[in-house]
């Protein structure tokens, strides 16, 4: 930002202090952004920086599409079906934002000795809506 043929100083253009910078503005940056907003003070100074504002090129929209909820913690789960809905409805929570997110799903494979272990897991993701 130029006046009277002067460049003006950084701090006219770039603010100089937040209380939480979130890099990256994929399903996870803008809902950790969204929700410390939402949930925690008005107040509280949150800055999300994405190098493409088009979204198109942030790590959701590049990922493969899958929502990865197979995890063998309670704790693991209910936080991945969390970001999934988040993610699924992200137009309720941020407007006319489109990630170009199209989930597919996984093919996972274990060894004899994993199989038990595969077999175990969905029934707990099973419980918790997974």
């Known amino acids: 930002m130029c006046t009277k043929g002067k460049r003006s100083s950084s701090e006219d253009v770039f603010q100089s202090h937040c209380d939480v910078l979130v890099i990256g503005g994929g399903g996870v940056g803008s809902s950790v952004a969204f929700w410390l907003k939402e949930e925690v003070l008005d107040s509280l100074n949150v800055v999300l920086v994405e190098r493409n ?29 969390f970001g999934a809905e988040f993610i699924r409805g992200i137009k309720d929570y941020l407007g006319d934002v489109e990630l170009h997110f199209t989930p597919h799903g996984y093919l996972t494979l274990a060894s004899e000795k994993g199989a038990e272990t595969l077999e175990r ?4 993701q099973y419980e918790l809506g997974a």
């Open 53 to 81: 504002i088009t979204y198109l090129r942030a790590s959701t929209v590049l990922s493969v599409g899958g929502l990865w909820q197979q995890f063998s913690l309670p704790e693991n789960i209910q936080m991945s079906l």
């Open 121 to 124: 897991n969905p029934r707990l």
